[in-house]
């Protein structure tokens, strides 16, 4: 099983794909992590990627290709994966797909979890985060036992530069002009499937594992 996760920042794609994973026994694999991992690890290609994420610049589609292929090595890929954060581009589209066809495998499903805007800026804005031990909580759905103070380590909360309504605008706006093409892509393939990011985490899981066990 092969699942390629599609959704803005903040949609939910990420809480969905780890619970995917685990229902069919396989990784879950988020550019994210792999980036964190190679560089932790200090790995050639992390100190490449590193160079980039450090001026604030995207790491280049044959550098993440390359990464990507690289932990599709790991034993653990051997029955399928959930990607979250990759394919980003069309070209990184293409290599994947030129990738599995000369093993004569493809991709399952892509599922697009999708969310208005201005309801993603809200959630993002109700986010807080513990700096120290790096939780989250939200002001809504995932409240502190103590307002604005973290459970763990009673460190006080913070709204992140990253959550604020300016800079979550702009992320979708990048992420609308990136995806759009993806999305088009894997329509015209027929793998496509848009899902209802509004509804409850537990509602939306069920409906997306209805479609994928059918
Ligand atoms: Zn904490």
Known sequence: MKIIMLGAPGAGKGTQAKKIAQEFGIPHISTGDIFREN?????????????YIDQ???????????????????????????LDGFPRTIYQAEALDKKLKNKNESIDHVINI?????????????RR??????RTYHIKTLKPKVEDICDYCNTK?????????ETVKKRLQVYHEQTQPLIDYYNQKGLLRSMDGTKDIEVLYKEIMDFLKD
């Open 39 to 51: 560089i932790k690890n200090n790995t050639q290609l992390g100190i490449k990627a590193k160079e």
């Open 56 to 82: 604030g610049l995207l790491v280049p589609d044959e550098l993440v290709m390359d990464l990507i292929i690289d932990r599709f090595k790991a034993n653990d890929c051997k029955d399928g994966y959930v």
């Open 114 to 126: 999708e969310v208005s805007d201005e309801l993603i800026v809200r959630r993002m804005s109700g």
């Open 129 to 134: 985060a513990c700096l120290n031990c790096g």
């Open 157 to 165: 909360l913070v709204l992140r530069d990253d959550d604020k309504p």
